[in-house]
């Protein structure tokens, strides 16, 4: 079993849609980071966190310690937010999931 | 200019050959990283290091090597690489302090094939 699962794998929406990415582990940790993958490759730090929410500009983070659950919420889509998102658990190390494939449609 | 960055981005070689892939950084950081990525399957760390007397291996190092030769670089050697060890690697690093601890920074990757 996967230490660390991602809902969905691929998410298609159209733009301007409000859109969640879930993630789920089994393991315990001191945070939880949200990374997002361009298409050209290169992997940018969204958020970290270890309790609660943050939000930045159209993106909100939230974790919920008891239930091993965080999810990635994308208001107003747009385009430009089409990459891969990833979820990683840290302990000690980071643990990854899969990613979410998002591609957002004009 | 990049804050961490890796030569080279891009590498054919074939089986048996030694290569080595270079990551430096001037973010001044402490921790160094060497991930892989193959599709379908999440990042998976290779080896890491703390700080230059510091090396450890992580889920996957069987078939590789590193070196710190300096606080600002970590190398990724492949002393013989064979086909199975194609795929997208990425250095990053994360400050053992300051604002953005435990935050990790990425490399933009180096495409692997072997062939």
């Known amino acids: 079993k996967n230490e660390v699962e991602q809902s969905p794998q691929n998410l298609t929406a159209q733009e301007g849609e409000f859109i969640t990415i879930n993630c789920s582990y089994s393991?315990?940790?001191?945070?939880l980071h949200w990374l997002q993958q361009h298409p050209g490759g290169g992997i940018v730090s969204l958020f970290m966190?270890?309790?609660g929410k943050k939000k930045h500009g159209r993106l909100i983070a939230t974790i919920n310690i008891q239930e091993k659950h965080s999810s990635l919420h994308i208001t107003a889509s747009h385009p430009r937010d089409s990459a891969v998102y990833i979820c990683?658990?840290?302990?000690?190390?980071?643990?990854f999931g899969k990613g979410t494939k998002l591609s957002v449609k004009p | 200019d990049a804050d961490v960055t890796q030569t080279p981005r891009n590498r054919i070689t074939k089986t048996g050959k030694r290569i080595m892939l270079e990551c430096s950084q001037t973010?001044?950081?402490?921790?160094m990283y060497w991930y892989r990525q193959d599709p379908g399957l999440g990042l998976r760390l290779i080896y890491y290091?703390?700080?230059?007397?510091?090396?450890n291996k992580g889920e996957i190092s069987d078939g590789y090597s590193v070196s710190r030769q300096a606080q600002a670089k970590f190398s990724l050697s492949l002393e013989s690489a064979i086909p199975n060890q194609t795929a997208l690697y990425f250095c990053?690093?994360?400050?053992?302090?300051?604002?953005?601890?435990?935050?990790?920074?990425f490399g933009p990757g180096t495409r692997l094939t072997v062939l």
């Open positions: 290091s703390f700080d230059v007397k510091d090396i």
């Open positions: 990683a658990v840290r302990q000690g190390n980071l643990i």
């Open positions: 990053a690093t994360s400050d053992s302090g300051g604002s953005s601890y435990n935050e990790q920074f």
């Open positions: 973010k001044g950081h402490d921790r």
């Open positions: 393991v315990g940790i001191s945070a």
């Open positions: 966190l270890s309790s």
